[in-house]
């Protein structure tokens, strides 16, 4: 019997403790479910709150509310557990924080002009038995600044490489930073996030290498921050890039039509970075004629002459490279196409040959067919005119036998017809008898 008591006493208190155990588990748990800001269905007198997210300068509200309440007040305390509101009570003197609502169900405070130091957690209590707690997490994000670029200081030539480097400071979390070509995303090097030893936010840098070409000169290259505390899109920084490039040059006349006797120039024109401003002039063909003059980028002429016709070279320097272009120069005697110098023009030229050439061909048919026309009339009026003769000429033998004089009429008639109404109407009554005749 004493062993088996002492076992017993032995045993008990082992039990004894894990149940102490168990029990010290279950009030902690119990403990952090009222502190929580989980809302439990059986407790109508647990606090509830929300967490807030809010950028350096803004406001955050702060809500707390019951579903019931015995007279106790509800408190807001800040990250160091100081008292900001007892029911609609201030506690601490900070203007920017203000009373929205106070209820017995309900506090609504704002925090105005939030800073970074105003991260936390927030808690809402109510003096109940036990005292019940909920707290609320501020998360204050640290605004990003305006990216700023560097590597643009000086120009680059044609088909070299530039690198630039974007950099921004004071955002929380770190910001994301994108590069663009005239609105296109590019690649650059990944970011390289630092923290700032003296706030919590953190400075992002990246870099873009770019092998450039002449077309690249004055693109805008961007860079852009994205982060959350941004509103409206993302901010950023735009410059254009300087390429250098050896000139492309062409040759602009005075006019299309030069003519003889006439001032003419010649305007030799380049685009390069920079631009140029060295120009040589040359005749391919031997010297620049006499009365040509150079004037930088003009080769004009006093007075056109056909001995100016030829093939005449520009040449341009602007210190990074030179560019040629040549111009074939054919004066036009005077009066010729004078009055439409776009004539000559060699679109314009096809068409008027074109044209040219259809006129031709309708005038010369034309023609042709009023030759054809007028010989056929010719031949019809002749043959008509003979066989009314021949019929006349058998008549008049048996209408005119009668008389003498008209047989003598009859045989001048007949000897020559072709005068045949000429001697009729000469013979004094004798056109009135001879058609009596021919109407019998």
């Given at each position: 019997?004493?062993?088996?008591?002492?076992?017993?006493?032995?045993t008990?208190?082992?039990?004894?403790?894990?149940?102490l155990?168990?029990?010290?588990?279950?009030?902690?748990?119990?403990?952090?479910?009222?502190?929580?800001?989980?809302?439990?269905?059986d407790?109508?007198?647990q606090?509830v709150?929300?967490?807030?997210?809010?950028?350096?300068?803004?406001?955050?509200?702060?809500?707390?509310?019951?579903?019931?309440?015995?007279?106790?007040?509800?408190?807001?305390?800040?990250?160091?557990?100081?008292?900001l509101?007892?029911?609609?009570?201030?506690?601490?003197?900070?203007?920017?924080i203000?009373?929205?609502?106070?209820?017995?169900?309900e506090?609504?405070?704002?925090?105005?002009?939030?800073?970074?130091?105003?991260d936390?957690?927030?808690?809402?209590?109510?003096?109940?038995?036990?005292?019940?707690?909920?707290?609320?997490?501020?998360?204050?994000?640290?605004?990003?600044?305006?990216?700023?670029?560097?590597?643009?200081?000086?120009?680059?030539?044609?088909?070299?490489?530039?690198?630039?480097?974007?950099?921004?400071?004071?955002?929380?979390p770190?910001?994301?930073?994108?590069?663009?070509?005239?609105?296109?995303?590019?690649?650059?090097?990944?970011?390289?996030?630092?923290?700032?030893?003296?706030?919590?936010?953190?400075?992002?840098?990246?870099?873009?290498?770019?092998?450039?070409?002449?077309n690249?000169?004055?693109?805008?290259?961007?860079?852009?921050?994205?982060?959350p505390?941004?509103?409206?899109?993302?901010?950023?920084?735009e410059?254009?890039?300087?390429?250098?490039?050896?000139?492309?040059?062409?040759?602009?006349?005075?006019?299309?039509?030069?003519?003889?006797?006439?001032?003419?120039?010649?305007?030799?024109?380049?685009?390069g970075?920079?631009?140029?401003?060295?120009?040589?002039?040359?005749?391919?063909?031997?010297?620049?004629?006499?009365?040509?003059?150079?004037?930088?980028?003009?080769?004009?002429?006093?007075?056109?002459?056909?001995?100016?016709?030829?093939?005449?070279?520009?040449?341009?320097?602007?210190?990074?490279?030179?560019?040629?272009?040549?111009?074939?120069?054919?004066?036009?005697?005077?009066?010729?196409?004078?009055?439409?110098?776009?004539?000559?023009s060699?679109?314009?030229?096809?068409?008027?040959?074109?044209?040219?050439?259809?006129?031709?061909v309708i005038?010369?048919?034309?023609?042709?067919?009023?030759?054809?026309?007028?010989?056929?009339?010719?031949?019809?009026?002749?043959?008509?005119?003979?066989?009314?003769?021949?019929?006349?000429?058998?008549e008049?033998?048996?209408?005119?036998?009668?008389?003498?004089?008209?047989?003598?009429?009859?045989?001048?008639?007949?000897?020559?017809?072709?005068?045949?109404h000429?001697?009729?109407?000469?013979?004094?009554?004798?056109?009135?008898?001879?058609?009596?005749?021919?109407?019998?």
């Open positions: 019997m004493k062993g088996m008591r002492a076992s017993q006493s032995m008990f208190p082992a039990f004894q403790r894990a149940a155990r168990g029990l010290a588990a279950l009030m902690m748990l119990l403990a952090t479910s009222v502190r929580s800001n989980f809302v439990f269905d407790d109508p007198f606090p709150t929300q967490d807030e997210t809010v950028a350096v300068g803004g406001v955050v509200t702060l809500t707390c509310s019951v579903k019931e309440n015995d007279n106790s007040s509800l408190q807001w305390s800040n990250t160091a557990q100081q008292t509101y007892f029911g609609e009570k201030r506690a601490l003197r900070d203007n920017r203000q009373l929205v609502k106070s209820t017995a169900t506090l609504i405070i704002t925090i105005s002009e939030v800073q970074l130091s105003d936390g957690e927030y808690t809402c209590s109510i003096f109940t038995m036990p005292v019940r707690t909920a707290r609320a997490t501020v998360t204050v994000l640290g605004v990003p600044g305006k990216p700023v670029i560097t590597g643009f200081e000086d120009a680059v030539q044609d088909g070299g490489k530039v690198t630039l480097t974007c950099t921004s400071s004071g955002s929380k770190p910001a994301k930073l994108h590069w663009y070509r005239d609105q296109e995303e590019i690649q650059g090097r990944p970011d390289v996030v630092e923290s700032n030893p003296d706030e919590p936010t953190y400075t992002v840098t990246s870099e873009l290498t770019l092998t450039v070409t002449r690249d000169n004055n693109a805008l290259i961007a860079c852009a921050v994205d982060h505390s941004i509103a409206n899109g993302d901010k950023r920084t410059q254009p890039l300087s390429v250098l490039f050896s000139p492309s040059v062409s040759i602009q006349p005075e006019s299309d039509l030069p003519r003889e006797g006439e001032k003419f120039f010649l305007q030799c024109v380049g685009n970075n920079p631009e140029p401003t060295a120009f040589v002039w040359r005749r391919k063909d031997g010297e620049l004629p006499p009365m040509a003059k150079v004037d930088d980028a003009f080769l004009r002429f006093e007075s056109l002459n056909k001995s100016d016709n030829g093939v005449y070279e520009c040449q341009a320097d602007n210190g990074i490279g030179t560019g040629e272009v040549t111009h074939t120069l054919l004066v036009q005697e005077t009066g010729v196409n004078a009055a439409d110098p776009t004539a000559m060699p679109s314009s030229g096809v068409d008027h040959a074109v044209i040219g050439g259809v006129v031709a005038v010369f048919i034309m023609l042709c067919l009023l030759i054809v026309l007028g010989r056929y009339l010719i031949r019809h009026k002749g043959t008509t005119h003979s066989h009314t003769t021949l019929i006349r000429h058998k008049i033998p048996r209408c005119l036998s009668h008389t003498r004089t008209d047989l003598i009429r009859h045989k001048e008639i007949s000897h020559t017809h072709t005068h045949t000429t001697h009729i109407s000469g013979a004094s009554g004798g056109l009135i008898t001879f058609r009596d005749c021919l109407n019998s």
